[in-house]
């Protein structure tokens, strides 16, 4: 069972960075995508960035040219940097990977079927 831990969350002033970490653990395969997501109350979970299935990596128009998404040699560690964060930025994050099996629960899926797995998330506030 794939487990994912972020860390890196807390507390901001307007124009500052922080760097949110997310690990995964529980497989000795590489992730097929993992990405950032956040949520604010009452909202519906957004993507902020990540990396695609392909590969490529994905960015909210919100966040471009202020965050950045990377990930380690092994694939199952991703790094969110974010920069000149603003009180909007407010949120909690979660991390968000997925794996492509053949075998899943006793059904054999011979197109593969993506699991998704999903962290707890880290706060992160900006304060004005």
């Known amino acids: 069972q794939v487990q994912i831990v972020e860390s890196g969350g807390g507390l901001v002033e307007v124009g500052g960075s922080l760097r949110l970490s997310c690990s995964a653990s529980?497989?000795?395969?590489?992730?097929?995508?993992i990405g950032w997501y956040r949520q604010a109350p009452g909202k519906q979970r957004e993507l902020v960035a990540g990396?695609?299935?392909?590969?490529?990596?994905d960015y909210a128009d919100s966040v471009k040219n202020r965050f950045t998404v990377s990930r380690d040699g092994s694939k199952n560690t991703a790094y969110l940097q974010m920069d000149n964060l603003n009180p909007e930025d407010t949120d909690v994050y979660y991390c968000?990977?997925?794996?492509?099996?053949?075998?899943?629960?006793?059904?054999?899926?011979?197109?593969?079927?993506?699991?998704?797995?999903w962290g707890k998330g880290t706060l992160v506030n900006v304060s004005s």
């Open positions: 529980g497989t000795t395969r590489d992730l097929d995508a």
């Open positions: 968000r990977a997925e794996l492509l099996v053949s075998y899943h629960r006793g059904t054999y899926y011979p197109e593969g079927k993506y699991l998704e797995y």
């Open positions: 990396f695609t299935r392909e590969g490529s990596t």
